[in-house]
Protein backbone atom coordinates (compact mmCIF):
# COMPACT_ATOMS: atom_id res chain seq x y z
CA UNK A 1 0.00 0.00 0.00
CA UNK A 2 0.89 3.54 -0.85
CA UNK A 3 -0.11 7.06 -0.32
CA UNK A 4 -0.36 10.33 -1.75
CA UNK A 5 -1.74 14.00 -1.63
CA UNK A 6 -4.98 13.96 -3.45
CA UNK A 7 -4.97 17.52 -5.59
CA UNK A 8 -8.77 17.58 -5.33
CA UNK A 9 -8.36 17.46 -1.66
CA UNK A 10 -5.05 19.01 0.09
CA UNK A 11 -4.07 17.38 2.97
CA UNK A 12 -6.21 13.78 2.81
CA UNK A 13 -3.80 11.46 1.75
CA UNK A 14 -5.16 9.41 -1.15
CA UNK A 15 -4.21 5.22 -0.62
CA UNK A 16 -3.61 3.06 -3.69
CA UNK A 17 -4.78 0.07 -2.59
CA UNK A 18 -7.45 -2.54 -4.17
CA UNK A 19 -10.41 -2.40 -2.27
CA UNK A 20 -13.72 -4.15 -1.97
CA UNK A 21 -15.75 -2.42 -4.58
CA UNK A 22 -18.30 0.17 -3.82
CA UNK A 23 -22.01 -1.18 -2.69
CA UNK A 24 -24.08 -0.48 -6.11
CA UNK A 25 -26.71 1.61 -6.48
CA UNK A 26 -30.06 -0.69 -5.82
CA UNK A 27 -32.01 0.86 -8.38
CA UNK A 28 -31.93 2.33 -11.19
CA UNK A 29 -30.78 6.35 -11.19
CA UNK A 30 -31.13 9.15 -13.94
CA UNK A 31 -29.77 12.71 -14.31
CA UNK A 32 -31.88 15.55 -16.10
CA UNK A 33 -28.87 15.25 -18.94
CA UNK A 34 -29.18 11.92 -19.41
CA UNK A 35 -32.71 12.16 -19.24
CA UNK A 36 -34.02 15.77 -20.19
CA UNK A 37 -37.91 14.71 -19.67
CA UNK A 38 -37.27 13.28 -16.28
CA UNK A 39 -38.55 16.37 -14.12
CA UNK A 40 -41.74 15.92 -16.10
CA UNK A 41 -41.91 12.62 -15.31
CA UNK A 42 -41.86 13.50 -11.87
CA UNK A 43 -43.99 16.03 -12.17
CA UNK A 44 -46.71 12.85 -13.61
CA UNK A 45 -45.64 11.04 -10.11
CA UNK A 46 -44.15 8.14 -12.40
CA UNK A 47 -40.60 9.63 -10.97
CA UNK A 48 -39.29 10.70 -7.62
CA UNK A 49 -36.58 12.87 -7.01
CA UNK A 50 -34.08 11.04 -5.29
CA UNK A 51 -31.84 13.91 -5.21
CA UNK A 52 -31.45 17.72 -7.03
CA UNK A 53 -31.80 16.40 -10.63
CA UNK A 54 -31.52 13.15 -10.14
CA UNK A 55 -34.47 10.97 -10.21
CA UNK A 56 -35.71 6.95 -10.20
CA UNK A 57 -38.69 5.51 -10.76
CA UNK A 58 -41.71 6.04 -8.03
CA UNK A 59 -42.50 2.25 -8.15
CA UNK A 60 -38.86 0.94 -8.00
CA UNK A 61 -38.35 3.88 -5.02
CA UNK A 62 -41.31 2.81 -2.82
CA UNK A 63 -40.60 -1.07 -3.18
CA UNK A 64 -37.29 0.03 -1.15
CA UNK A 65 -36.05 -0.50 2.67
CA UNK A 66 -35.07 2.62 4.45
CA UNK A 67 -31.37 1.73 3.84
CA UNK A 68 -31.60 1.22 0.36
CA UNK A 69 -33.11 3.98 -0.46
CA UNK A 70 -30.01 5.91 1.97
CA UNK A 71 -27.54 4.35 -0.46
CA UNK A 72 -29.60 5.67 -3.57
CA UNK A 73 -29.56 8.80 -2.44
CA UNK A 74 -25.62 8.74 -1.71
CA UNK A 75 -25.13 7.39 -5.34
CA UNK A 76 -27.53 10.20 -6.60
CA UNK A 77 -25.16 12.40 -4.24
CA UNK A 78 -21.89 11.22 -6.10
CA UNK A 79 -23.16 11.79 -9.33
CA UNK A 80 -23.34 15.40 -8.29
CA UNK A 81 -20.65 15.62 -6.88
CA UNK A 82 -17.72 13.55 -8.68
CA UNK A 83 -14.97 14.66 -6.57
CA UNK A 84 -16.61 14.64 -3.31
CA UNK A 85 -14.76 12.65 -0.70
CA UNK A 86 -17.87 10.53 1.13
CA UNK A 87 -17.80 10.03 4.97
CA UNK A 88 -19.69 9.23 7.84
CA UNK A 89 -22.74 7.35 7.15
CA UNK A 90 -22.27 7.48 3.29
CA UNK A 91 -18.64 6.03 3.76
CA UNK A 92 -20.44 2.95 5.51
CA UNK A 93 -23.35 2.43 2.96
CA UNK A 94 -20.50 2.11 -0.31
CA UNK A 95 -18.49 -0.15 1.93
CA UNK A 96 -21.81 -2.58 3.10
CA UNK A 97 -21.48 -1.74 6.84
CA UNK A 98 -24.52 -1.33 8.63
CA UNK A 99 -26.81 1.60 8.00
CA UNK A 100 -29.68 1.91 10.53
CA UNK A 101 -32.96 3.50 9.05
CA UNK A 102 -32.38 5.65 6.81
CA UNK A 103 -30.02 8.53 7.92
CA UNK A 104 -31.23 11.96 7.01
CA UNK A 105 -27.56 13.66 5.24
CA UNK A 106 -25.07 12.47 2.77
CA UNK A 107 -22.04 13.37 4.29
CA UNK A 108 -19.09 14.67 2.85
CA UNK A 109 -15.55 16.39 3.36
CA UNK A 110 -15.25 19.22 1.76
CA UNK A 111 -12.28 20.30 -0.41
CA UNK A 112 -10.16 22.82 0.92
CA UNK A 113 -11.76 26.15 -0.20
CA UNK A 114 -15.25 24.98 0.31
CA UNK A 115 -17.30 25.92 3.65
CA UNK A 116 -19.39 23.63 5.99
CA UNK A 117 -22.74 23.41 4.71
CA UNK A 118 -26.15 21.35 4.28
CA UNK A 119 -27.81 21.90 0.95
CA UNK A 120 -30.55 19.45 -0.58
CA UNK A 121 -30.07 16.30 2.31
CA UNK A 122 -25.61 16.91 1.37
CA UNK A 123 -23.99 17.72 4.96
CA UNK A 124 -20.62 18.98 4.03
CA UNK A 125 -18.10 18.88 6.64
CA UNK A 126 -14.63 20.60 7.29
CA UNK A 127 -11.94 18.96 9.53
CA UNK A 128 -8.52 19.62 10.16
CA UNK A 129 -7.91 16.17 11.31
CA UNK A 130 -6.27 14.17 8.15
CA UNK A 131 -7.87 11.29 6.84
CA UNK A 132 -6.85 8.73 4.72
CA UNK A 133 -8.91 8.25 1.26
CA UNK A 134 -9.11 5.55 -1.26
CA UNK A 135 -11.00 5.74 -5.04
CA UNK A 136 -13.16 2.50 -5.42
CA UNK A 137 -14.97 2.34 -8.89
CA UNK A 138 -14.12 6.41 -9.38
CA UNK A 139 -15.58 7.20 -5.96
CA UNK A 140 -13.43 8.61 -2.77
CA UNK A 141 -14.56 7.42 0.62
CA UNK A 142 -12.90 7.74 3.60
CA UNK A 143 -10.71 4.37 4.56
CA UNK A 144 -12.58 1.66 6.72
CA UNK A 145 -10.53 3.00 9.61
CA UNK A 146 -11.70 6.53 9.19
CA UNK A 147 -14.90 5.63 8.64
CA UNK A 148 -15.22 3.16 11.81
CA UNK A 149 -14.02 5.70 13.91
CA UNK A 150 -15.91 8.52 12.72
CA UNK A 151 -19.54 6.66 13.08
CA UNK A 152 -18.41 5.35 16.30
CA UNK A 153 -17.57 9.04 18.29
CA UNK A 154 -20.73 10.90 16.51
CA UNK A 155 -23.43 7.74 16.94
CA UNK A 156 -24.92 5.56 19.52
CA UNK A 157 -22.61 2.68 20.55
CA UNK A 158 -24.78 0.40 19.23
CA UNK A 159 -24.62 1.87 15.94
CA UNK A 160 -20.97 1.91 16.65
CA UNK A 161 -20.33 -1.28 17.54
CA UNK A 162 -22.20 -2.86 14.76
CA UNK A 163 -20.20 -0.95 12.29
CA UNK A 164 -16.65 -1.69 13.77
CA UNK A 165 -17.39 -5.46 14.43
CA UNK A 166 -19.01 -5.32 10.62
CA UNK A 167 -15.56 -3.82 9.25
CA UNK A 168 -13.48 -6.42 11.16
CA UNK A 169 -15.60 -9.14 9.83
CA UNK A 170 -15.28 -7.82 6.34
CA UNK A 171 -11.49 -6.39 6.71
CA UNK A 172 -9.75 -9.65 8.15
CA UNK A 173 -6.29 -7.16 8.14
CA UNK A 174 -8.15 -4.97 10.25
CA UNK A 175 -8.09 -5.08 14.09
CA UNK A 176 -9.52 -3.73 17.41
CA UNK A 177 -6.09 -2.40 18.39
CA UNK A 178 -5.81 -0.53 15.05
CA UNK A 179 -8.85 0.96 15.52
CA UNK A 180 -8.55 2.32 18.60
CA UNK A 181 -5.05 4.10 17.78
CA UNK A 182 -7.04 6.00 14.75
CA UNK A 183 -9.34 7.24 17.66
CA UNK A 184 -6.69 7.95 20.31
CA UNK A 185 -4.14 9.19 17.67
CA UNK A 186 -6.59 11.97 16.69
CA UNK A 187 -5.66 15.84 17.48
CA UNK A 188 -9.44 16.51 18.29
CA UNK A 189 -10.41 15.02 21.88
CA UNK A 190 -14.35 15.07 20.96
CA UNK A 191 -16.42 12.14 21.46
CA UNK A 192 -12.90 10.14 22.01
CA UNK A 193 -14.31 8.87 25.19
CA UNK A 194 -17.68 7.84 24.06
CA UNK A 195 -16.17 5.95 21.18
CA UNK A 196 -13.65 3.53 23.37
CA UNK A 197 -17.07 2.02 24.29
CA UNK A 198 -17.18 0.24 20.94
CA UNK A 199 -13.76 -0.11 19.43
CA UNK A 200 -12.84 -1.61 22.84
CA UNK A 201 -15.49 -4.42 22.14
CA UNK A 202 -15.13 -4.64 18.46
CA UNK A 203 -14.93 -8.77 16.94
CA UNK A 204 -15.55 -10.28 13.87
CA UNK A 205 -17.32 -12.78 15.50
CA UNK A 206 -20.93 -11.38 15.28
CA UNK A 207 -22.55 -12.71 11.84
CA UNK A 208 -25.01 -9.59 11.72
CA UNK A 209 -25.86 -6.04 12.88
CA UNK A 210 -28.94 -7.46 15.05
CA UNK A 211 -26.31 -9.82 16.75
CA UNK A 212 -23.76 -7.15 17.72
CA UNK A 213 -26.46 -4.63 18.70
CA UNK A 214 -27.89 -7.60 21.25
CA UNK A 215 -24.64 -7.70 22.43
CA UNK A 216 -24.61 -4.52 23.92
CA UNK A 217 -28.47 -4.96 25.37
CA UNK A 218 -26.63 -8.09 27.21
CA UNK A 219 -24.48 -5.82 28.68
CA UNK A 220 -26.38 -3.26 29.49
CA UNK A 221 -28.89 -5.49 31.18
CA UNK A 222 -26.23 -6.78 33.19
CA UNK A 223 -26.45 -9.92 31.65
CA UNK A 224 -23.20 -12.34 32.18
CA UNK A 225 -21.33 -12.08 27.97
CA UNK A 226 -22.42 -15.42 26.12
CA UNK A 227 -20.54 -18.01 24.38
CA UNK A 228 -20.66 -16.47 20.02
CA UNK A 229 -21.41 -19.19 17.67
CA UNK A 230 -21.31 -22.28 19.73
CA UNK A 231 -21.36 -25.59 17.63
CA UNK A 232 -23.06 -28.61 18.80
CA UNK A 233 -22.12 -31.61 16.88
CA UNK A 234 -24.09 -34.64 16.38
CA UNK A 235 -24.19 -38.02 13.68
CA UNK A 236 -26.54 -36.62 11.74
CA UNK A 237 -26.18 -32.45 11.66
CA UNK A 238 -24.77 -29.90 13.44
CA UNK A 239 -26.62 -27.12 15.13
CA UNK A 240 -25.42 -23.68 16.07
CA UNK A 241 -26.45 -20.37 18.41
CA UNK A 242 -25.45 -17.55 17.90
CA UNK A 243 -25.24 -16.85 22.01
CA UNK A 244 -24.74 -19.88 24.41
CA UNK A 245 -24.70 -19.34 28.64
CA UNK A 246 -23.48 -22.81 29.53
CA UNK A 247 -24.18 -22.51 33.30
CA UNK A 248 -27.63 -21.98 32.68
CA UNK A 249 -27.65 -24.07 29.10
CA UNK A 250 -29.69 -20.85 27.86
CA UNK A 251 -29.16 -20.58 23.90
CA UNK A 252 -30.55 -17.83 21.51
CA UNK A 253 -30.35 -18.11 17.91
CA UNK A 254 -30.68 -13.76 17.52
CA UNK A 255 -33.69 -12.78 14.86
CA UNK A 256 -33.98 -17.03 14.36
CA UNK A 257 -37.61 -17.01 15.96
CA UNK A 258 -39.03 -13.96 16.61
CA UNK A 259 -37.07 -13.36 19.31
CA UNK A 260 -37.67 -16.61 21.11
CA UNK A 261 -35.04 -17.57 23.72
CA UNK A 262 -34.38 -21.22 24.28
CA UNK A 263 -33.21 -22.89 27.00
CA UNK A 264 -31.48 -25.96 26.26
CA UNK A 265 -33.49 -26.39 22.89
CA UNK A 266 -31.35 -24.35 20.11
CA UNK A 267 -32.79 -23.90 16.08
CA UNK A 268 -30.74 -26.79 14.00
CA UNK A 269 -28.33 -24.90 10.85
CA UNK A 270 -30.62 -23.23 8.26
CA UNK A 271 -28.38 -22.60 5.38
CA UNK A 272 -25.20 -23.05 6.77
CA UNK A 273 -24.27 -26.21 6.75
CA UNK A 274 -27.45 -28.17 8.74
CA UNK A 275 -28.26 -31.58 7.33
CA UNK A 276 -31.53 -32.41 9.00
CA UNK A 277 -33.60 -30.39 10.94
CA UNK A 278 -35.36 -30.75 14.67
CA UNK A 279 -38.75 -30.01 15.60
CA UNK A 280 -39.26 -26.32 17.91
CA UNK A 281 -38.82 -27.99 21.77
CA UNK A 282 -36.80 -30.70 21.19
CA UNK A 283 -33.66 -31.84 21.73
CA UNK A 284 -31.23 -32.85 18.79
CA UNK A 285 -29.25 -35.47 19.40
CA UNK A 286 -25.77 -33.10 19.61
CA UNK A 287 -27.07 -31.33 22.65
CA UNK A 288 -26.21 -32.81 26.12
CA UNK A 289 -28.73 -34.97 27.52
CA UNK A 290 -29.38 -32.83 30.64
CA UNK A 291 -30.94 -29.95 28.41
CA UNK A 292 -34.25 -28.98 28.99
CA UNK A 293 -36.62 -27.57 26.40
CA UNK A 294 -38.06 -24.19 27.27
CA UNK A 295 -38.78 -21.11 25.02
CA UNK A 296 -38.12 -17.77 26.62
CA UNK A 297 -40.74 -15.45 24.60
CA UNK A 298 -40.34 -12.38 27.37
CA UNK A 299 -36.88 -10.67 28.26
CA UNK A 300 -38.15 -10.49 31.95
CA UNK A 301 -37.76 -14.58 31.85
CA UNK A 302 -34.79 -14.74 29.43
CA UNK A 303 -33.12 -12.55 32.08
CA UNK A 304 -34.41 -14.58 34.91
CA UNK A 305 -32.98 -17.68 33.12
CA UNK A 306 -29.70 -16.47 32.32
CA UNK A 307 -29.16 -14.80 35.93
CA UNK A 308 -29.88 -17.62 38.04
Known sequence: ????????????????????????????????????????????????????????????????????????????????????????????????????????????????????????????????????????????VTDVADTVVDLARGRHNAVGLAVANAALRANPQLTSASLRAVNEGRASSRWRRHARWPLERAIPTPESPLESVSLAAVEWLGIPPPELQRRFCGPDHTDRVDFWWHATRTAIDVGATAGCVRSGSPRPLTGRGATSSTPPGSRPRSWPRECIPAIHRTPASCMACVRR
Open 1 to 140: MSGCDDPRHPGLVKTTTTPPRIAPSPIALVSRTQDPHAARAAARGEFVRVSSGVYASRVAWEALKPWERYLARVHAASMRYPDAVFCLDAAAAFRSLPIFGEPEEVHVIAPAHATARASAGVRVHLTAEPRSIEEIDGIL
